[in-house]
């Protein structure tokens, strides 16, 4: 099956923890909008086709279905790739596991959105910068103990099983995230955090996952992304 | 089988879109915290039991299974209890939407606490004031005017398919907790959430629903809560 991925150009976003899926799968898929731009997303928020209504990017289209929300687009995929095992107490973990991801990642957009997503973080600096604070000592602190915990209760190298899942490569993809937006708090961390940086790692040197790393499709972190640099908002 | 649910007393928070598929089914539970104390959580959290680790409550244990995240568990209770169309097409939308509701619900939590989870409402108010200005002319339109095209594209009265699916339970208590918590910047939308308010009463007439509410066990919303009426983050 040919899928068809729907998200906005120019940022990582939520649109990549779907695309590290897709690359470890070699999946044929088409990025829509990164060849005919954002206006191709519009018709289906305004609810112009079939199925099911997505409130935002990213979507998936996969034959007839119509898939959005991170974490469902994920869980659809990773039967269907080897990216999951069989089990129903897998899956169902793994997308326990999938949903607290989409939680931090929630929390790392709103330090430079901590008032309003309409407004420039340049409105909203001073509470950016609090919120920041929060976030660097007690959110990212207690959702990455909280992931180290879960890779300890497993065999130590992956989430779910024995062999990578989807969650290992959104684990690869926040842990990223994290070290590009807040390089100094998660320096602080590095002795509390060595499994999610040798997973990281494995992760990354994964051949799917290394060619596309290296190729222009991995879009490169930026200030229009979630995790983002600005040094004013990490630990000093 | 006898379910065992874990949320913080006190308050209905995420707990309570479980609560209401288990009631709704008449299912056998025991809402555990409340009768012996929150903690009865803690050794959950601190990984003292065997199978998947919860970051947070609500989380269910069901047989062998221990499921957390909110729109998890409801996935995981749905079709043992009535609650979902039979179809992976209908199960997949559903969870689309109800992780949709996962993230108005954060946002109207970070309306009371947008900087910091772990300090008081009154540490944070100022900045309260600001977010709750953009959540109540910008993201609750947004939202709410999304989940009423959702039911349009459906039969009008329903999220999925042609009976009650959890996610109108969800939306019932999502509508519920916005009335309560924000009454002026919901009146300002009556006209425009006309199908939303009908489900909204529709639900709360189910009997099953009309006579857990009217119980004990329903906890009236409060300031401590998710959904909190401080009069000043309401519109004027």
């Keep these: 099956m040919r899928y068809e991925l729907y998200y906005w150009t120019g940022i990582q976003g939520r649109g990549e923890f779907v695309r590290l899926a897709l690359e470890n799968a070699r999946a044929s898929y088409t990025d829509v909008a990164r060849i005919e731009g954002d206006q191709a997303i519009m018709p289906f928020l305004r609810g112009e086709h079939a199925g099911a209504l997505p409130f935002a990017p990213p979507f998936l289209r996969a034959g007839r279905l119509l898939i959005a929300q991170t974490a469902n687009i994920l869980a659809f995929l990773a039967?269907?790739?080897?990216?999951?095992?069989a089990s129903s107490a897998s899956q169902i973990y793994a997308m326990q596991l999938q949903q607290t991801i989409t939680d931090i990642v929630?929390?790392?957009?709103?330090?430079?959105h901590p008032i309003a997503v309409e407004q420039y973080y340049e409105q909203q600096r001073a509470e950016a910068r609090k919120r920041s604070a929060s976030f660097c000592a007690q959110r990212i602190p207690k959702y990455l103990g909280y992931f180290e915990q879960v890779l300890e209760r497993g065999d130590g190298h992956h989430a779910i099983g024995r062999r990578h899942s989807y969650v290992d490569l959104s684990l690869f993809q926040l842990m990223s995230g994290l070290d590009y937006a807040f390089p100094n708090a998660m320096k602080g961390l590095r002795r509390?955090?060595?499994?999610?940086?040798?997973l990281r790692d494995r992760v990354a040197?994964?051949?799917n996952i290394a060619a596309y790393l290296a190729s222009e499709r991995r879009i490169p972190f930026n200030e229009d992304g979630i995790f983002r640099h600005?040094?004013?908002l990490d630990e000093s």
Tied chains: 1, 2.
Excluded at 79 to 85: D, S, T, Y
Excluded at 106 to 112: F, L, N
Excluded at 192 to 198: D, N
């Design 106 to 112: 929630a929390e790392a957009h709103d330090t430079h």
């Design 79 to 85: 039967p269907r790739h080897g990216l999951i095992p």
């Design 205 to 207: 040197d994964r051949p």
């Design 192 to 198: 509390r955090t060595a499994r999610l940086r040798a």
């Design 230 to 232: 600005y040094p004013e």
